[in-house]
């Protein structure tokens, strides 16, 4: 029995090794973490008398942030923010995210979807009141209307209209209709009332923007065209992806740098949630009829937050 005993005990004393050699789990890995500084604009800067903020994060080879990323000030090294981020320059925010005033104070908290903020995302001032937000909507671009010539006209068979849109915006509501010159046009009114929804803060951002699509679809109804135009067109933030456009006769070979490609949808109505920080957007039109001449008629509404 003593020596069933000693026998076990030799054993585990000598399986101690064996387990603390034991590699961890991958999914436990991560790549050493670096530290980036940022001047008081949030612009990298390897100058000392320029930093503002300071952040920590782990990153693979190829410069890609994995895991939570912790901003500091600098030089207090007081925690500035905490969460995870899906991309930098604009940092586009994701999950559950935190931030602190210099004071200590929380300044934000509240769940990120692709840099979108969700319901229960609240901000306070640095006395600690609670910052309230509602949300207003502003003419981002007025009915504006122009001329396409035929594709094997002498003239340009396309327009690129450049849409500036009001820092605080979540989202838009686009209406382009593009027409045959022998169709009647149409015009509608951006300046609808939306008191009702927005009054509410409660209301989530892409509900009013669909309640905004429903009305201007409404104004609208009974307005279709006989004939189906052929057209070509895309919504996007790159001014790159733009010129391509001018440049390539109404192409843009890089569709994943646009929010909407189509072509023959003469006419849409449809709300569009905007990352974080989006300040133009490029509505590219091309007219893919032969011999006709087309009309293109567009309006761009922002929703744009409003806090007090």
């Not at 050699?21 to 008081?40: E, G, N, V």
């Not at 207003?136 to 849409?163: G, I, N, W």
């Not at 010129?243 to 109404?250: I, N």
Request: with cysteine; aromatic share 10%.
């Amino acid at each position: 029995m003593v020596k069933r005993y000693i026998l076990h005990v030799l054993i585990f004393i000598i399986s101690i090794p064996a387990l603390a050699q034991r590699p961890k789990p991958a999914a436990l890995s991560l790549p050493p973490a670096d530290t980036i500084y940022f001047d008081r604009d949030w612009t990298r800067t390897q100058t000392l008398e320029e930093v503002a903020y300071a952040r920590i994060a782990h990153r693979t080879p190829d410069g890609k942030i994995v895991g939570t990323v912790r901003d500091y000030f600098y030089p207090s090294w007081k925690k500035q923010g905490e969460g995870k981020l899906l991309s930098e320059s604009p940092d586009v925010l994701s999950g559950l995210c935190t931030g602190w005033n210099e004071n200590g104070k929380m300044s934000f908290h509240g769940t990120f979807v692709n840099g979108q903020r969700q319901a229960d995302f609240q901000s306070w001032r640095e006395d600690g009141r609670e910052i309230k937000c509602g949300y207003v909507t502003q003419d981002a671009l007025p009915l504006s209307k122009a001329t396409l010539h035929c594709s094997t006209c002498m003239y340009l068979s396309r327009k690129v209209f450049e849409v500036d849109v009001p820092a605080g915006t979540v989202g838009i509501v686009y209406k382009l209709d593009v027409r045959d010159e022998d169709e009647q046009s149409i015009s509608w009114s951006t300046a609808l009332s939306l008191a009702g929804s927005l009054s509410n803060p409660g209301t989530a951002p892409m509900a009013i923007l669909s309640m905004f699509t429903s009305s201007l679809n409404k104004q609208t109804a009974g307005s279709q065209t006989t004939k189906t135009t052929k057209c070509r067109w895309y919504i996007t933030a790159d001014a790159e992806a733009a010129q391509q456009f001018y440049d390539t006769k109404g192409f843009i070979t890089k569709p994943s740098v646009c929010y909407r490609v189509e072509e023959n949808t003469p006419t849409e109505t449809a709300p569009l949630a905007l990352p974080a920080g989006t300040r133009r957007l490029f509505v590219c039109v091309n007219n893919d009829n032969i011999r006709t001449d087309a009309t293109a008629t567009l309006s761009v509404t922002a929703l744009v937050q409003a806090c007090n």
